[in-house]
């Protein structure tokens, strides 16, 4: 906006009550490392303004001013995006950052918790603890936001006993694209609750979720079976056997796992949610080959537990540190079986390919159990039946070449020459900018619909980032 007051600089600032702190734009000294903040430093991107508002009404107030100037909006809660779509994915948006929105409070008759939209996870977990030892389904990384998480799916190791994080929420407060306050629950502006519990930021900015909670676990068993020598072929038995362990339909809800293969080997990890007998029961040992090195460990402390998740993430996946990076997703159903000719190319693919860069992943996710048990058509996440997913992720020094870039594309190419016929869908959360025909992977069957609900709610298109839910014809 320059260094002369625009019209929009000028109406932003009346929207924060003249509060200077509560507005940035590309004049503020170091703008892109203090507010902008890009996650994937891959994609370089300068939002017209960053705000802070501290309610609702500014938040409301910013929304009509970038409405009236033809600005694009997005929402901003730990700014993880892949694509840096938290602020706007292009040049140009007005970036709504929650940070301020903290509040907390614990209905203890109902278990009914409720959450600043501007809350990170490591908040979340700890806010529910001390309010009653209660807790929600979510995912490992601290750094990451509610308000992106609860509005996308939100994944973890609770989620086959209690769900995605957005099925835990009941109720939002939400700023909608005509600059209104309203709530949206069940029985209130229910099409606004499907829309944002899946495609959040094509439809609103959250300032106040209420959840429904957990008790917290007691014991539970973190496992790791490091297989880091091996041949090709003896990893691919190592992936056959998980995937089989993972198909079965009487598989525990308890158990959580992950098979993650990176530049030194592959590992089988996880969390059981139960005794080290019942863990035993499940015989995962003499079901994996080979040379495990199996490692367990019994803990019955959930804020430890958590604490562990993302010492594990970080190692995984660089944790909340911003880098240059390229990932990519797909989602598979039961009967999107790897099958053993397509496991063995994967794996000679990994271990043949030229990848660019040393670090690199590909995880592999067990999904299903209790997210499976809500219909498709309840809410715009519409990965419903997924038993599985893989993320492929890699990272580079600067920026990211065409040889890492090409690796990662090759990956998902492998799997899918091995499933021919079969379309797989891509995780809304781990955005792949460079997917064409995004929004039909990420909501397949309910894209229609949500295209309508946007024609209905946003029909400027002001809630905006290159793969948002399009305004219905």
């Not at 835990?168 to 606004?192: F, G, K, Q, Y």
């Not at 995984?316 to 880098?323: C, D, M, T």
């Not at 299903?368 to 309840?378: H, I, K, L, Q, R």
């Not at 990272?395 to 890492?404: A, Q, Y």
Request: proline share 5%.
């Amino acid at each position: 906006m320059g260094n002369h007051p625009s019209s929009v600089q000028k109406c932003l600032t009346s929207a924060v009550s003249g509060n200077a702190s509560l507005l940035t734009t590309s004049s503020t000294l170091l703008y892109q490392l203090n507010d902008v903040k890009p996650y994937n430093l891959d994609i370089p991107i300068t939002p017209a303004a960053v705000t802070y508002p501290e309610s609702a009404e500014q938040v409301a107030a910013i929304v009509k001013c970038a409405a009236d100037a033809k600005l694009k909006v997005q929402p901003r809660c730990g700014g993880h995006s892949y694509g840096n779509y938290g602020i706007g994915g292009t040049d140009g948006a007005i970036v709504v950052d929650l940070k301020h929105f903290q509040q907390f409070s614990m209905d203890n008759s109902s278990w009914t918790a409720t959450i600043g939209g501007g809350t990170l996870l490591n908040d979340v977990t700890k806010r529910l603890h001390d309010a009653g030892g209660r807790a929600m389904a979510h995912g490992t990384c601290p750094q990451v936001g509610i308000g992106g998480h609860a509005t996308i799916g939100g994944l973890g190791p609770t989620s086959r006993m209690w769900g995605s994080a957005l099925d835990h929420v009941e109720e939002v407060e939400v700023v909608l694209a005509n600059s209104s306050i309203i709530r949206a629950s069940a029985t209130e502006n229910p099409d606004v609750l499907f829309a944002l519990k899946g495609a959040g930021a094509s439809f609103g900015i959250i300032t106040e979720f209420k959840v429904h909670t957990e008790a917290e676990p007691g014991e539970v068993v973190q496992y790791n079976f490091n297989f880091n020598l091996g041949s090709t072929a003896e990893k691919a038995d190592v992936f056959k056997a998980w995937q089989s362990i993972i198909a079965d339909p009487d598989l525990s809800r308890k158990f959580a796992s992950q098979f993650i293969v990176f530049e030194l080997g592959t590992i089988v990890y996880g969390t059981y949610f139960g005794s080290k007998e019942e863990f035993e029961s499940l015989n995962i040992t003499s079901r994996l080959p080979g040379n495990g090195d199996p490692s367990t460990i019994v803990l019955d402390d959930w804020l430890g537990l958590v604490a562990q998740w993302a010492e594990e993430g970080g190692l995984q996946i660089g944790g909340g540190v911003p880098s240059n990076f390229y990932s990519k997703s797909l989602a598979f159903t039961k009967d999107d079986l790897i099958p053993d000719g397509g496991v063995e190319a994967l794996f000679e693919y990994f271990d043949n390919t030229d990848k660019g860069t040393a670090i690199w992943f590909a995880i592999f996710d067990l999904s299903g159990g209790a997210v499976s048990d809500v219909p498709m058509n309840a809410t715009a996440f519409s990965l419903r039946d997924t038993l599985f997913y893989v993320q492929t992720y890699a990272i580079d020094i600067s920026r990211v070449t065409n040889t890492t870039r090409s690796f990662i594309t090759g990956i998902n190419k492998v799997i899918l020459d091995a499933l021919p016929g079969h379309t797989l869908g891509a995780y809304p959360g781990y955005v792949d900018p460079e997917l064409p025909d995004g929004q039909q992977a990420y909501w397949g069957a309910n894209l229609q619909q949500l295209k309508e609900i946007k024609r209905a709610v946003d029909p400027g298109d002001v809630f905006h980032n290159p793969q948002s839910i399009p305004v219905a014809a």
